[in-house]
Structures are given as C-alpha cells and as structure tokens.
C-alpha cells in the first residue's frame, strides 16, 4: 500500500496511513485478494516479493503455503504494524519506484498498490531486475474506470467549494489493460494473463462507509483546505453520490481492477 501524499484529516503526513482505521474499516483490501493469491500459487521454498504488503496479511497468507516472502511498503507506519503482527516475516520500508533489494525472487506479488505509483515503467524496471529468469510477476490493482464515480463526485464538490485546483491532487494511476500490457511487453514480460474485473465493493460501518473511505484513502485532495470547510465538503460528495452509490444502508464504491499476470522470460530492454 502506497500513498505519496499529506492526510489532512489526523495530522499526519508523507506516506503515514491510520493504520487503525485501515485495519479496522479496510480489511476487505486483504479479502478481495484471496483468489489473486490462487493465481500467484505460491510453492514450498519460492523466494516472493510482496510489494506494497500494506500491515502484512497477505504476506503472511503467502508464508502458509511455505514460501519465504519479504514484504515491502513505502509507509513506516504499515511496516511498524506488519513486524508487530508477524514478527517472524522479513518487513521493509521500500518503494516500489527504488527497490533497494539484492535479492532476486521466484514472484513478485502486488496487491493494490500499484495504483498509487504514477512512475510505472520505473515499477515495471524494478519489478523485472529483481525477478529471477522465468519468474512471475501477478498483481492486481485499480484500472481504467476505477471509483470514477467517486472521483467525479470529489471533483464536482471541490468546483462548488471554489477548490478546482486540488483536483490536480489526484494521486492515482488507473491504466488500461493495453497500456500496462504495453508497458510490461516493453521491458521484456510476456504477458499470460490480463484483465479489467469489475469489482463493485461494500464498504464497511453504513451511513459512515464513504466518509472513511475518504479519510482512509483521498485525504490527499483537502490539503490546505481548513478542516471545518473539509468537513463540508466531504457532506456534498456524500449528498452528490449518494443517489447511485448508497444502496439497502450500505455505500458501494465503483471498483475497477486490472488483474496480471506476466513472466520474466528474454533480455531486459535497457531503456533506463
Ligand atoms: C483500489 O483498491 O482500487 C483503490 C483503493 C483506494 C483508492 C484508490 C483505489
């Protein structure tokens, strides 16, 4: 799990998630990942790489069928919980764009991350230098279309507030599955497996799902914004999407994932 960006609602900055709220609220990021790690298929003794392991669940799960995996994540925060939790699993503060590892591995594995990365070829690079020959790279994250209905909900509200210009604070990289085929053909993977799911998902506490989900994950767009008038804001995009996204008590966000999976096979192309 990786966020570049300032959280304005607690006070915390650069790459710090609430984790609280992100365990408490989001464990569906984790759930919905369960049959990712089918494709994955993890052996007994494989090397993996959990990129963007976010408090470590998933890394763990993988541990269960015998592999050893390192995971790494750009938020000290999400690492600090992911040792406390599994103090037996190797964790480290890393990002995906600067892989700083010597190791190469059997797989990498990346759940819901990569969106967040809006350097992708530099991902893409990394993630293909730290593969061993034959090695399979199988992620999942948003694609083109992903909560388009929120973010237009976001955006309308920052209009009528007089805030257009932190709509430039979109942090998010949502591909097609061409371009990011492309890109993956372009280093040198061929590509086994490539598509556009649509995942539309409950959030969790009723009423209260999208004001966290907004606090959890688009904080980003309120920076500089006084917390009173973010409040405000935050009430319009509930009262603008509410018509189409809040159904029998629950609010729905509109996920789109693009789902890969793509083995390390030729020579690299050496274009950095
Ligand atoms: C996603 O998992 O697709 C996602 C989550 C938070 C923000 C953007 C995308």
């Known amino acids: 799990m990786e966020n570049n960006t300032t959280n304005n609602f607690s006070n915390v900055s650069f790459n710090q998630w609430d984790v609280e709220l992100y365990e408490s609220k989001h464990s569906f990021v984790s759930n919905l990942a369960i049959d990712l790690l089918e494709l994955l298929n993890p052996q007994i003794g494989e090397k993996i790489l959990d990129l963007g392991c976010g ?54 594995f990346s759940n819901a991350a990569l969106h967040w990365i809006k350097e992708p070829k530099k991902v893409i690079h990394n993630i293909w230098r730290v593969l061993k020959p034959g090695g399979r790279f199988v992620t999942e994250f948003g694609g083109k279309g992903n909560i388009e209905t929120i973010i237009s909900g976001i955006y309308e509200a920052l209009d009528a507030a007089g805030y257009s210009s932190n709509k430039q604070l979109n942090p998010w990289y949502f591909p097609t599955v061409g371009e990011y085929a492309t890109l993956l053909e372009s280093e040198g993977f061929l590509l086994t497996f490539a598509r556009l799911l649509e995942r539309p998902n409950k959030l969790e ?33 509930e009262n603008r999407l509410r018509p189409n996204l809040y159904k029998k008590g629950k609010w729905i966000a509109d996920y789109k994932r693009i789902r890969i999976m793509a083995f390390k096979e030729g020579k690299p192309n050496k274009y950095f």
């Open 55 to 108: 408090t470590g669940h998933l890394t763990y799960k993988i541990t269960t069928r015998g592999a050893k995996v390192i995971g790494i994540d750009n938020a000290p925060s999400m690492i600090e919980e992911a040792h406390r939790c599994y103090p037996d699993i190797k964790f480290v503060v890393g990002d995906g764009v600067k892989i700083e590892l010597k190791e190469t591995f059997d797989a990498v």
């Open 205 to 237: 506490d009723g009423e209260y799902g999208l004001r966290n989900w907004i606090k959890m994950f688009a904080s980003c767009f309120f920076e500089g914004i006084p917390e009173k008038k973010q409040n405000i804001i935050i009430d319009d995009i």
